[in-house]
């Protein structure tokens, strides 16, 4: 796990990924550089940031996919969550990431919310956010799934 001394690498990690160490999420701006981190061959591979309070994965990514980083990290998180006392572990993404929402059904994760229209009121707080995501899709929704941990 990262430590206060990886702070500025997560970051720089998380902005060459995605632009910014910050996420709109459920119409809250984080900066994922004040989560527990876990990474993988020193931010070259995978990261995956994580809430111990809230037992959410906030951000996960592995380079290059289907290797078994993410599986990996994922797998960290929820050893992680579960000895916090976590009965599941919560993560949400947006309706273009169609990746992601196979990536995490198939590691027993189940869809548990959709907040249609939250991405717009993220970009109130990120204007960043593209109105065009992955596979040409418009980015409107949030997704959130949610894994038991026992």
Avoid: C
Avoid at 16 to 34: H, I, V, Y
């Amino acid at each position: 796990m990262s430590g206060p001394a990886d702070r500025e690498a997560v970051a720089a990690f998380l902005t060459a990924q995605w632009g910014s160490p910050q996420m709109a999420l459920r119409g809250q701006l984080f900066d994922l550089r004040d989560f527990p981190a876990i990474v993988t061959e020193p931010f070259g591979r995978g990261l995956a940031t994580f809430d111990p309070e809230a037992g959410e994965l906030m951000s996960l990514d592995a380079d290059p996919p289907g290797q078994g980083i993410g599986t990996a990290l994922v797998e960290a998180v929820a050893a992680q969550l579960k000895a916090r006392g976590h009965a599941a572990m919560l993560v949400t993404t947006t309706n273009d990431n169609l990746d992601a929402l196979h990536f995490y059904q198939r590691r027993g994760f189940r869809l548990v919310a959709v907040r249609p229209g939250a991405v717009e009121e993220a970009r109130r707080l990120k204007p960043s956010i593209p109105l065009v995501g992955f596979h040409g899709i418009p980015i409107r929704d949030e997704i959130e799934l949610e894994r038991p941990l026992t």
